[in-house]
Antibody
């Protein structure tokens, strides 16, 4: 049974870069069936998709974060990572990593997160 | 901000049936499948419904999903105390280069 675990600093200063890693266990990150994604949730608020990466390195980012966001994958360590630059208080959130299923159907694109990490709180503050 | 609109809250007594609506548009719900997530307090979201009306293994058949046009719905029949949680709809949106959008979330309270 695949499990995901986020890791990284819990406190980042404004204007600096937020870096998080998600370690996948119980399954390989190299899979034609899955993508790997990040979702965040500001305290007391709803969910926001951040971005998704395939094991080959193909990336898909939320348009509002384009230019600040970079995702990467390390297949040798079975990990994928997120770097968000020039952060502000608005980037304070619980960040979740998740395994993603993406495939077309006759009913449209099927896209969902079927396994989630527990989440890690990142606070942006001086 | 979210492009899928849900009611902020709903409630019911044990055994009742409650429904949660999710209003979208022609670029998301109308042309792509809908997903529903359940988030219990202090925990990560859990996949509840995928492909608009499919339940993952382990999800009780009390939960069902549907959609019509640009709107989707989640129904919980035989409401139980452990169903008290936040529920989010979501779908792929074909605007721009594409993005995944979540609903605003609905808090379900079991009275």
């Amino acid at each position: 049974q695949v499990q995901l675990q986020e890791s990284g600093p819990g406190l980042v200063k404004p204007s600096e870069t937020l870096s998080l890693t998600c370690t996948v266990s119980g399954g390989s990150i190299i899979s034609s069936d899955y993508y790997w994604g990040w979702i965040r949730q500001p305290p007391g608020k709803g969910l926001e998709w951040v971005g998704t990466i395939y094991y080959s390195g193909s990336t898909y980012y939320h348009p509002s974060l384009n230019g600040r966001l970079a995702m990467s994958v390390d297949t040798s360590r079975n990990q994928f990572s997120l770097k968000l630059s020039s952060v502000s208080a608005a980037d304070t959130a619980v960040y979740f990593c998740a395994r993603t299923r993406v495939y077309p159907t006759t009913a449209g694109n099927n896209y969902f997160f079927d396994t989630w990490g527990q989440g890690t709180l990142v606070t942006v503050s001086s | 901000q979210s492009v899928l609109t849900q009611p902020p809250s709903t409630s019911g007594t044990p055994g009742q049936r409650v429904t949660i609506s999710c209003s979208g548009s022609s670029s998301n719900i109308k042309i792509n499948t809908v997903t529903w997530y359940q988030q219990l307090p202090g925990t990560a979201p859990k996949l509840l419904i995928y492909s608009t009306n499919q339940r993952p293994s382990g999800v009780p058949d009390r939960f069902s999903g549907s959609k019509s046009g640009t709107s989707a719905s989640l129904a919980i029949s035989g409401l139980q105390s452990e169903d008290e949680a936040d529920y989010y709809c979501a779908a792929w949106d074909d605007r721009l280069d594409g993005l995944y959008v979540f609903g605003t979330g609905t808090k379900v309270t079991v009275l």
